[in-house]
């Protein structure tokens, strides 16, 4: 039941440089994001504001997905193989993230739909209360579509299986090719869902009485890049044909292209959320240079 993937191996000090700047970028990453969440928490202007809590939602998504890809790859390295219910448990966790970014999208998209075009209803809409309740229904969403598998492997799978070590990877635990089927069907169905809200909120603000109004036009911009944000995370469904296509013309560098591909697709991506609201929101970003820069600089919200 030792179940260990084919793969090949680079020279040790090719592998170090690769996982290096890997690590690095990821961390780098993290820490602007875990910037976000600190100033996120520390400020009871942002937590009690429902557009605020989706952001840092996202933004915890991001910083859990880069740290379990960390932890998996650093250890694949190290160990090759990881004992089975260890990868199914951070295969899970960091699926599930994942999945949870689109969704939270979706939300988002809504939230700046409903403040633009039914201000006087929003307050009593997005409440905070609410807002959490949304949360919850999105990780149960995301897990509804990933404990299944998990369910098949163990009803299908020998005690002894759970025991043994393997190269983890998805596609090495959950080799029906059913449950392969499925992952698909349930992606597309979310990527649909998700586009028609992106258009459908981008659409009434844009066609709204008040569309000529500063909060519109930031607001059908801020959907704009939602959108730009749901085609790079989209990025990671073409990320095996990507590799294998490149492969296939260079197959020599395989493993190169393994890294380049995973720091485009996988990592530099989540730069995007702190972009967002980081950096465009300019409350947040008056808040933010404070611990993004470790300076003493006083803020007054109501300057701001």
Known sequence: MNNTATVIREPLF???INNVIIVALSLAIIYVNATLVHTFRKHQVFNTNSRYILYIHLVINDITTLALMILLQVLSYILFTLNVSFCIIMLVIATSSSLNNPLTLAAMALECYLAICFPLH???????RKTYIVIAVIWFLSLLTVLPDVFIVMATSPAEYFHSRIFCMWDNIFTSPILAKKKHVTNIVFLVIVWLILFYSYFRILFTAKAASANAKKARNTILLHGFQLLLSMLKYVYNIT??????LFPNDILTIRHVITILIQVMPRLISPMVYGIRDKMFREYLKRYLLLTNTNVNPEKI
């Open 122 to 128: 929003h307050p009593q809409i997005c409440t905070v």
């Open 14 to 16: 090719v592998e170090i």
């Open 243 to 248: 590799i294998a296509g490149l492969s296939s």
